[in-house]
């Protein structure tokens, strides 16, 4: 029951609604929708406390009074009240919405990264999503966008050689080739593990991809003339080669880190 009682708070969670008077709008509509008959204010008050809501009937009526001024619902004589045809439309339209918010909130929490050691499965669906990213940005990238490749490749190579942590321009490249590829949900996906990365790396005080800046900056020179050749398969090769570097440098760093942590005596 206490799960039911926290819809309410679940669904204001999803960024979804603007208030909380939004949220029983739509709870209202929901049940209203569900019902294969008309629905009464008393029924809907009841189903309204089951969720954790406890309004009275005046204060339930007015909500329906409201739905009925938007063209949502009409009463049927005593009998209580239908969704109208806009009222379908829009309750399918914000239930997807909430879905779909649900999904990501779920996604976002999946893709946490909570130790260093978690970067291998991330960097490894780095790997799936980049190498497709390359290739249609290959296909797709206009001439501007080449161009702007290239200046973040001239700003890792300034970084590098004035001795300065290259992690964001490395990453920067790598978010402007998702942009090239003209795929959104490529690019939603790479933001989300890019983020969770920076989350654990600007935590590292050694990291070996850091210290490898000069190596990565001369990988993404040549993926970027691979690009700008409108080469697909020699673009895919540099870039599945570049990312199975970094899971190298993460294993490397790992199994360091494993050394570092096992007792100094191993009789102690």
Known sequence: MAAVGDEKKRLMQTGVFRTQNDVVTYLLARMIGKSESPVGAWTLKEELEQSGINYGTATV??????????????????????????????????????????????????????????????IQARKAIEVEAVRLAVANATAQEVEALKKSVLIHYRYVAENRDP???????HM???????????????????????????????????ERGDAYVVEH????????????????????????????AVREQIEKMAEEDEPENAGA
């Open 61 to 122: 009526g007015r909500y329906l009074k409201e739905l009925d001024s938007r063209g949502m619902t009409e009463q049927r004589s005593n009998q209580g009240r239908i969704l109208t045809e806009d009222g379908k439309k829009w309750l399918a339209k914000v239930s997807g919405n909430v879905a779909r918010a649900q999904m990501h909130n779920e996604s976002s929490k999946a893709l946490r990264v909570n130790k260093y050691s978690d970067l291998v499965d991330l």
């Open 167 to 173: 992690t964001e321009p490395a990453l920067d490249f």
């Open 176 to 210: 402007v080739v998702a942009d090239m590829s003209h795929n959104r949900f490529i690019k939603a996906m790479l933001d989300m593990l890019f983020f969770e990365e920076r989350q654990i790396e600007n935590n590292m005080e050694q990291l070996v991809t850091r």
């Open 221 to 248: 020179d040549d993926i970027t003339n691979a690009i700008e050749a409108r080469d697909g398969e020699l673009a895919v090769q540099l870039m599945e080669r570049h990312i199975d570097a970094l899971l190298s």
